[in-house]
């Protein structure tokens, strides 16, 4: 027999579907007054198989956790004009670094990481045999060896 409660137990779209309807009722009593373009979009999300308590734009509250979907929605032409005031970037697409974009900027990463390891590992050479045991030697060690493995996996991704 299915039981909700058992660990294994996997929910059904239809029981899915039930419960963001049940959140979607209860977040409509406590969310306030809508505009009706904002309840066709809550409506929408909603019925896409998405919670109220998400939102599209990626967008966290001060407590860490992902804002509601209205809250979102509302906040998001606020987010997108101080980040272009901060950034000094007009381009709404700024936000979102295409892949070329992302793979220059990691690559600007990696060599910034292959510097710093490289000047760590000189550092290390450079240490007296009598002192090669101590603390601090062995904590530039771990840094190297920690370096070598970041750049091996972004090596392996980019």
């Known amino acids: ?14 029981e899915i579907q ?16 809508l505009t009706p373009y904002e309840r066709r979009l809550l409506l929408e999300w909603v019925a896409g198989g ?4 998400d939102n599209p734009y990626g967008l966290y509250g001060d407590n860490g956790s992902p804002m509601d979907f209205i809250a979102a929605r509302r906040a ?13 970037n007009a381009s709404h697409d700024a936000c979102y670094p295409t892949r070329r974009q992302r793979r220059a900027a ?9 510097s710093i390891r490289d000047a760590e590992q000189k550092s290390l050479d450079n240490v007296p045999e009598n002192l090669q045991g101590s603390d601090s030697y062995e904590a530039g060690e771990l840094a190297v060896d920690a370096l070598d493995e970041i750049l091996d996996l972004l090596a392996q991704v980019y």
């Open 106 to 114: 990691v690559k600007q990463v990696i060599s910034r990481l292959s």
């Open 18 to 33: 039930e419960m963001l309807q049940r959140d979607l009722e209860q977040y409509k009593t406590t969310v306030g007054s």
């Open 76 to 88: 998001y032409p606020e987010f997108v004009a101080y980040y272009k005031k901060t950034v000094g």
């Open 50 to 53: 998405n919670s109220v308590n």
């Open 1 to 14: 027999m299915n039981n909700p409660y058992d660990e294994n137990y996997v929910f059904t779209d239809e």
